[in-house]
């Protein structure tokens, strides 16, 4: 990963981990959490691809572990995270265009947000943690689902951008834009017509004048 990502993917991590512990985990709501660290490897890993993903992914779930008041196996949430990073980063365009439409990136989040729930719970459940069971695995996927979905038009929009802003490059940009130019000029054909008609009209002067001289060697001749 390059610096500017490892920058910024930490920054965000960070702030996403202040406020989920701070602000959404005192909200009282009934079911899930809403679930801002997963929204933000989302964001994240539908711009820099799976590998980055899965590895923001990891670091994010790790902090989540540690960070008090985490009640649960550290190692857990950095699974459930990395596993899911990785999934979300396989979307993105090879070709490193800018997803259109919002519909793929809600579609991804209640998909994540359902995926995430229950493979934490499954995890859980081979660790011997059966508080899923308590409060209801049908409340959580749905209220996980709905919570991330309210959630995610505020956050992973401009975590999107924030992701392209630190990973364009002016140079790269510039060239792609003279190279845009030269496709337009080429699809037009106005300059390299015009090009192609100069370097014709030397070619055909250049064989008259050819023509000419050999006219003039002949008559010497003779």
């Known amino acids: 990963m390059r610096f500017n990502r490892m920058l910024l993917s930490t920054t965000l991590v960070v702030v996403a981990l202040v406020i989920q512990v701070t602000v959404l985990a005192r909200l009282q709501l009934p079911g899930a959490v809403p679930d801002l660290m997963l929204l933000t490897v989302l964001g994240l890993a539908m711009v820099y691809g799976h590998v980055a993903g899965a590895f923001v992914g990891f670091g994010a779930g790790l902090l989540a572990d540690i960070a008090p008041p985490a009640d649960h196996a550290a190692g857990r949430y950095a699974l459930v995270l990395c596993v899911i990073g990785y999934l979300a980063g396989l979307i ?32 859980g459940a081979l660790v011997g943690d059966t508080a899923a069971r308590h409060v209801g695995l049908g409340s959580l996927l749905f209220t996980a689902a709905v919570y991330d ?11 999107m951008w924030l992701a392209r802003r630190s990973d364009s490059d002016p140079l790269a940009e510039s060239q792609s834009g003279g190279q845009d130019v030269a496709s337009g000029w080429l699809s037009s054909g106005t300059g390299l017509r015009i090009g192609a008609q100069r370097s014709g009209l030397k070619i055909k002067a250049a064989r008259t004048r050819a023509a000419r001289a050999g006219r003039i060697k002949g008559v010497k001749r003779l």
Request: hydrophobic letters at 55%; charged letters at 5%.
């Open 92 to 123: 993105r365009p090879d070709n490193g265009q800018q997803l259109r439409s919002a519909t793929g990136p809600m579609l991804v989040v209640v998909a994540a947000a359902v995926g995430a729930t229950l493979l934490y719970a499954g995890v």
């Open 149 to 159: 979905l309210i959630l995610a038009p505020f956050t992973v929009p401009l975590i």
